[in-house]
């Protein structure tokens, strides 16, 4: 019996475990600082595969996150190497596709397999919540550099970018942290908004053209 559920999808654990060690396992060597937290997230994801062959981390790891795991690897990996090559169009596109692939497995860890036990908040909850953190993260900070940097000087850019964030503030409710810092930034992008109605408005008075006494007297008479 104990060996039937071991072997149970041992074509994926097997697939999890290679995928980890050859796209994965480096990262536990980030260098110490803001980015230590890569190497928490995937010491953890070190326990994942080994905790996929024991029942309780198979009814999730293999059972419903299942080719999932696999694909966020390579993608990641493949994302790692075209932005390392400078394609960064194709680094873009592929950071989508993490993105989608870990929000997916988070949503379903998080909102169909409540943890059953330490091992299960360890092994599974914690790493995909970290790195679905650490996704949105790197995203908000992303999003709000380019909607500075399109803000300036362009009230109909300044609106639109404010609109968006508001709108990101409203419906992002599934991440505290994307909700309150859409916020923080779309109150701040307001102040940009009303600078460049303020410049437009100075502009629009600077544009004129001031007429002396003499200038507005009559031609004739």
């Known amino acids: ?72 690897a390579i993608l990641n990996a493949v994302y790692i190497n075209v932005w390392a090559s400078q394609h960064y169009i194709v680094a873009f596109i592929f950071s989508l ?11 379903i860890v998080k909102k169909h397999h409540s943890p059953q036990s330490y091992a299960d908040e360890l092994f599974i909850h914690l790493p995909f919540s970290l790195y679905h953190w650490m996704d949105n993260c790197v995203w908000t900070k992303v999003f709000v550099f380019l909607a500075f940097f399109f803000l300036e000087g362009d009230l109909p850019a300044s609106i639109a970018i404010a609109w968006s964030l508001w709108a990101i503030f409203v419906h992002q409710k599934s991440s505290a942290f994307v909700h309150w810092s859409a916020l923080a930034f779309a109150i701040l992008a307001l102040v940009w908004v009303l600078k460049g109605a303020f410049g437009l408005f100075h502009r629009g008075r600077g544009g004129r053209v001031a007429l002396g006494d003499e200038e507005r007297a009559p031609l004739v008479g």
């Open 97 to 107: 596709l993490v993105s989608s692939a870990v929000t997916h497995i988070y949503y």
């Open 1 to 72: 019996m104990a060996d039937s559920t071991w072997k149970d999808g041992i074509l994926l654990k097997i697939t999890n475990v290679l995928v980890y060690f050859l796209f994965l396992g480096s990262n536990i060597y980030t260098p110490p600082g803001p980015f230590l937290i890569w190497s928490l997230i995937h010491v953890l994801l070190l326990g994942t595969v080994i905790y996929q062959f024991f029942p309780g981390g198979k009814a999730t790891v293999v059972d419903a996150i299942s080719w999932r795991f696999p694909l966020l």
